[in-house]
């Protein structure tokens, strides 16, 4: 019988410029009595990886933070007022390039992490000595068609983002003809579950779960191309 | 801490029109060791709600496919060849409007449940005696703008499937603007991760959720309005 646990990680704090994620990670799970094993997938909100980066910049009102959104962008989707869906440099398509004002002082915003799979990985490789996991850096996105963000992998590090079944057998013997699974993007939202927006916890452990692994994973991996994309 | 338990249900074993849903998840969870408690959330793939319902039909080919696709969409938004993208009578925008020949007999099709909401009603119902349980109707769907699929809510029943968070304070004491989160798409998707496309398994609880409950839930509060859609 297949089990999944998901675990918030509590304590973790606020977090400065130049802090050292793995560290407090490593610490908050142990002290919270739930330290990492090898297998567990810890799941990392992309705010608090843009403040150990140094990405929250200046931006005292929505003018501002239109600025920002259309600065971070390669292209422009759509616009209705304030609100811009725009495709970001790393290929993502979100509202206002993910700049966002939430949980930072006033007149600040925080930007997307210049390269969230190199986040994720750093964050890994601090982690190995603890334990080995695999790293999702996530943001909260919305979604063409249906009402409500979910969150969503940004960047990745030791698991495949995406689980091919084709070829696999279903339970009928039948070949199934193409089920690609967002297996990252399920474990983000999974991981939001526990997070919540305003409960100031911006960590959860994934553990036990048994998909493949990857040494070459990246949340571009999760972006469809713009010419396969019906909808862009 | 909040802590999430996702259990898969095995043994639920092949479904037939007419088979009392309720009964078998009930026997089934007790089966194996992890009988329903209150409070949990038994997520059921749309293929045993629509096999037990009735709904499955011959489907020779890949033009009887296409067809009874386009039989169940009120529109065509894209075709690419025999895949098209539509908008159901439910109001979901998915790939050929549901219609699924996998974990099937050969020449044959699965619609959707005519009425996702009330598929879901009637198993939380049948399992009111046992526990107090929301339920959810899922399935595989595509996304725009992100490769792979995750499964999302189609039907619910007792759990709200978007949690409002508009007008609660972030942890910096600020209001949050706008973060309606599709908990109930993260439910179902969290659900996937156990259950897998080819393993047969059709069923997964998800236990120790702590957001709100809803007697009057509705899958479709997770479509979004057409005139509201940039994407459509």
Redesign the interface.
């Known amino acids: 019988?297949?089990?999944?646990?998901?675990?918030?990680v509590?304590g973790i704090g606020e977090v400065s410029e130049g802090a050292d994620l793995a560290r407090l990670i490593a610490e908050a799970t142990e002290a919270?009595g739930?330290p990492l094993v090898d297998g567990d997938i810890v799941v990392v909100t992309q705010k608090i990886v843009s403040k150990a980066e140094g990405r929250i910049v200046d931006c005292p009102d929505d003018a501002a933070r239109l600025q920002l959104a259309i600065d971070e962008a390669v292209r422009v989707?759509?616009r209705?007022g304030d609100l811009v869906?725009t495709e970001t440099s790393h290929g993502?398509?979100c509202a206002n390039s993910g700049v966002d004002?939430?949980?930072?002082?006033?007149g600040k915003a925080a930007l997307l992490p210049i390269d969230p799979d190199r986040s994720a990985a750093r964050i890994r490789s601090g982690l190995a000595e603890t334990a080995d996991v695999g790293v999702l850096v996530t943001d909260?996105f919305g979604?063409?068609?249906?009402?409500?963000?979910?969150?969503?992998a940004i960047g990745v590090a030791g698991v495949a983002?995406?689980v091919d079944?084709r070829g696999?057998?279903?339970?009928?013997g039948?070949e199934?003809?193409v089920?690609?699974?967002?297996?990252a993007?399920?474990?983000a939202?999974?991981a939001?579950?526990?997070?919540?927006?305003?409960?100031?916890?911006p960590v959860a452990i994934v553990r036990g779960?048994s998909?493949p692994r990857s040494i070459d994973a990246s949340g571009t991996?999760?972006?469809?191309p713009p010419s396969e994309?019906?909808?862009?």
């Open positions: 019988m297949e089990r999944l646990e998901i675990i918030a509590d919270q739930t989707l759509r209705r869906i993502f398509v004002a939430s949980n930072l002082p006033e909260t979604r063409a068609w249906r009402l409500g963000l979910t969150d969503v983002p995406i079944l696999t057998k279903d339970w009928s039948h199934l003809a089920t690609e699974i967002a297996v993007d399920e474990i939202g999974a939001e579950l526990v997070m919540g927006k305003a409960s100031g916890c779960y998909g991996q999760l972006v469809r994309d019906l909808f862009r």
